[in-house]
T-cell receptor, first 118, second 114 residues
Framework: NAGVMQNPRHLVRRRGQEARLRCSPM?????VYWYRQLPEEGLKFMVY????????ESGMPKERFSAEFPKEGPSILRIQQVVRGDSAAYFC????????????????FGSGTQLSVL | KNQVEQSPQSLIILEGKNCTLQ??????????LRWYKQDTGRGPVSLTI?????NTKSNGRYTATLDADTKQSSLHITASQLSDSASYIC?????????????FGGGTRLMVKP
């Protein structure tokens, strides 16, 4: 049973380009979370999704950022017109059905995508 | 505002020695306290989860304690190994809303030297 898979591991973009980060949750998991981690800082919540639904996007910047988790395929975090401040590690986590949104849910993290904006 | 503060920021110890990492949290309403280990370039991996009614929980050489009254937690590592070199992250969970329940500390970066 593969863990949470994120790709690419490293992504380099120039200012103004688009970045697409992919996350395949663990098999059988139906809840996906995206977090952002700046150097020397803790992970910051961005968005929580279930299949075809955004449940909580309170951590997402109002502009340029969007996320989806389609019925088929991986979850996608999309950043349009990237700026240098978007450079960070982006982590995806998944949890089993029935646990999502509960206080005792156990999250399984991917290895992250390191985004560098030149 | 929910907050998690960890100390020290970084720590160097010799292989075989013990160490204790500290965590203070301000999260309301509080649900549980978690410790994660994050190796460089990897995602966090869960070590322990404790509810407010639990004072201590062990996972091998890792022992976490929780004092819900003082809002403090600690992670004790016994007989450290080189593979313990990593960042250790304290995370407090609240019941406030569905997705954004977890508040992450900045981590303690531990280096174990031979």
């Amino acid at each position: 049973n593969a863990g949470v898979m994120q790709n690419p591991r490293h992504l380099v973009r120039r200012r103004g380009q688009e970045a697409r980060l992919r996350c395949s949750p663990m098999k059988g998991h139906s809840h996906v979370y995206w977090y952002r981690q700046l150097p020397e800082e803790g992970l910051k919540f961005m968005v929580y999704l279930q299949k075809e639904n955004i449940i909580d996007e309170s951590g997402m910047p109002k502009e340029r950022f969007s996320a989806e988790f389609p019925k088929e395929g991986p979850s996608i975090l999309r950043i349009q017109q990237v700026v240098r401040g978007d450079s960070a590690a982006y982590f995806c986590a998944s949890s089993p059905p029935g646990q999502g949104g509960t206080t005792n849910e156990k999250l399984f993290f991917g290895s992250g995508t390191q985004l560098s904006v030149l | 505002k929910n907050q998690v503060e960890q100390s020290p920021q970084s720590l160097i110890i010799l292989e075989g020695k013990n160490c204790t990492l500290q965590c203070n949290y301000t999260v309301s309403p509080f649900s549980n306290l978690r410790w994660y280990k994050q190796d460089t370039g990897r995602g966090p991996v869960s070590l322990t989860i404790m509810t407010f009614s639990e004072n201590t929980k062990s996972n091998g050489r890792y022992t976490a304690t929780l004092d819900a009254d003082t809002k403090q937690s600690s992670l004790h590592i016994t007989a450290s190994q080189l593979s313990d070199s990593a960042s250790y992250i304290c995370v407090a969970s609240s019941t406030r809303n569905a997705g954004n329940m977890l508040t992450f500390g900045g981590g303690t970066r531990l280096m174990v030297k031979p």
